[in-house]
């Protein structure tokens, strides 16, 4: 394929494509459940990947797993071959990278608690305004003594500090009362239980490892189980929110590419927005907005047009919309207000169309090279050549274990970070408690075992600290790098 070859996605009179160039100006996929998005996902992802482009992709459902294996053997997608006349139809996988933040399905994919950041933390906790605040402060006490927040024991242990010792806190960081901490802690123990503690630790996701082609120069497809995850919809949203600014935080910016550097299908992209708070949305508007200069295109997948604001849905300009049913007023509103976002084609009357589209139909508008958006057709989208449906636990098990990053993220590391810097000073205090009430037999026997600190030599506890103060130092420009500039925080 040449290098900017469109990516032929539907057909109408003619075939309807994508042009590379115009891809990073970002898409939706919409319609009711069972018209055909999982599928138009699919060969969109396809295409991009034959292109060289490297995806990402939630598999909210399990099917998506089967781009790893050839398709065949499947009635529709031969009748659909026949259909649209795909004389160059040939049957085959594509690269896929498999991860699960349960690990189960996949790589673990696992960032840490500095990474995700107080404002992400804060919607992925539920917590309100107040705690939210007592969170941020948490993490500026963090950041002050060089004590990296890294899994959930972490945040806890450092919560628990900063409120036993929220009076001499309360000058420099605020008020940290104790009900704000209780409630965090709390919603700490509700994400832990939700199998949220896996997501926090190391090593963390290096974003380089999803922006992979294979040797034959295709992207690869990386594809996160999400069934699971779906449970925690909150979880999931700030999870693939989070990828998404890290992508906008580390990637340069590149301008007007020939072809992205990494496409992002967002799929329930409705979880997003759902009660997310004004600051968090006026956020995610921004990336959307500022990420296609660092040449990345995100496609919302979403069965209702409705369920994205106005402000981010006029930014997405590749649009795939399969049926719609009209059966309450909600549903006749989407239906209209679908049409409208299309640039008119006096031969199809978009309204009326949007409710009669079969499976696998859908009206498509595409950027022409201007960046204008194309008259609207109703068109046939084009079959994927991997399998429709899921790979089975052993095709998916061998996709692993052949990745080159397998081996790597399977090993948890759980180096010197807030909780151990803690304990150690607890261990210490008591230490120091049990000398000041005087002379301890048991020391004298050697049954009861000083803590490790004091036995530190002198060289040992300088090489620390000074280890320590550039931790710390790292530390604070991981806070403030990522997300730090996007989503306000301190610089």
């Avoid at 539907?10 to 891809?23: G, N, Q, T, V, Y």
């Avoid at 498999?98 to 917590?127: C, Q, S, Y």
């Avoid at 508008?365 to 089975?392: Q, Y």
């Avoid at 807030?418 to 049954?447: C, N, P, V």
Wanted: proline residues 4%; glycine residues 10%; charged residues 25%.
């Amino acid at each position: 394929m040449g290098m900017t070859n469109p990516i032929r996605i539907a057909k109408a009179e003619s075939f309807l494509h994508i042009l590379p160039k115009m891809a990073n100006r970002h898409g939706l996929i919409a319609g009711a459940t069972g018209t055909g998005k999982t599928v138009t996902l699919q060969s969109l992802a396809e295409g991009f990947s034959a292109l060289g482009v490297p995806v990402f992709m939630a598999d909210v459902k399990g099917d998506l797993s089967g781009m790893s294996q050839a398709g065949g053997a499947n009635p529709k997608v031969d009748a659909r071959v026949q259909l649209l006349g795909l004389t160059d139809f040939k049957l085959q996988a594509s690269p896929v990278t498999f991860w699960d933040v349960f690990g189960k399905k996949g790589h673990p994919i696992r960032t840490t608690v500095a990474e995700m950041g107080p404002l992400l933390l804060t919607r992925m906790l539920n917590l309100n305004d107040v705690q939210g605040g007592v969170l941020n402060s948490i993490f500026k006490i963090a950041d002050d003594k060089g004590w990296l927040l890294l899994d959930l024991k972490d945040l806890r242990a450092m919560s628990q500090h900063a409120a036993e010792h929220s009076a001499e806190y309360q000058t420099e960081y605020g008020n940290i009362s104790a009900a704000s901490v209780g409630a965090l802690q709390r919603a700490l123990l509700q994400l832990e239980t939700e199998g949220g503690d896996l997501l926090f630790g190391e090593p963390a996701l290096i974003l380089d490892d999803m922006m992979q082609t294979d040797s034959q120069g295709r992207g690869v497809v990386n594809i996160l189980a999400s069934d699971q995850l779906l449970n925690s919809p909150r979880v999931y949203a700030t999870l693939l929110l989070w990828l998404l600014s890290e992508l906008f935080e580390k990637l340069p910016e590149v301008g007007d590419l020939e072809k992205p550097k990494l496409v992002f299908f967002f799929d329930e992209a409705h979880l997003l927005f759902t009660d997310a708070p004004q600051a968090l949305l006026t956020k995610i508007e921004q990336v959307v907005r500022l990420i296609r200069s660092k040449g990345v295109g995100v496609y919302f997948v979403s069965q209702n047009p409705l369920d994205i604001p106005d402000i981010v849905l006029g930014q997405l300009g590749n649009r795939v919309q399969h049926a719609l049913r009209a059966f309450t007023p909600r549903d006749q509103k989407a239906v209209k207000s679908a049409a409208e976002t299309f640039r008119i084609n006096p031969k199809v009357d978009v309204a009326t169309v949007i409710t009669e589209l079969g499976v696998g139909e859908a009206l498509v508008s595409f950027l022409d090279e201007k960046g204008v958006p194309t008259p609207v057709e109703r068109a046939f989208v084009c079959p994927p050549s991997s399998r429709i449906g899921p790979a089975t636990d052993i095709e998916r098990s061998e996709t692993v274990k052949s990745s080159n990053v397998f081996g790597y993220y399977e090993k948890t590391v759980d180096r010197e970070s807030a909780y151990e810097s803690l304990k150690g000073r607890a261990d210490q205090s008591a230490t120091e408690a049990k000398a000041e009430e005087g002379f301890d037999w048991g020391d004298m026997f050697g049954s009861s075992k000083p803590s490790s600190r004091s036995r530190e030599g002198v060289f040992e506890a300088a090489a620390k600290s000074a280890a320590r103060a550039i931790g710390s130092q790292l530390g604070r420009q991981i806070i403030r790098g990522v997300l730090g500039s996007i989503l306000g925080g301190r610089k």
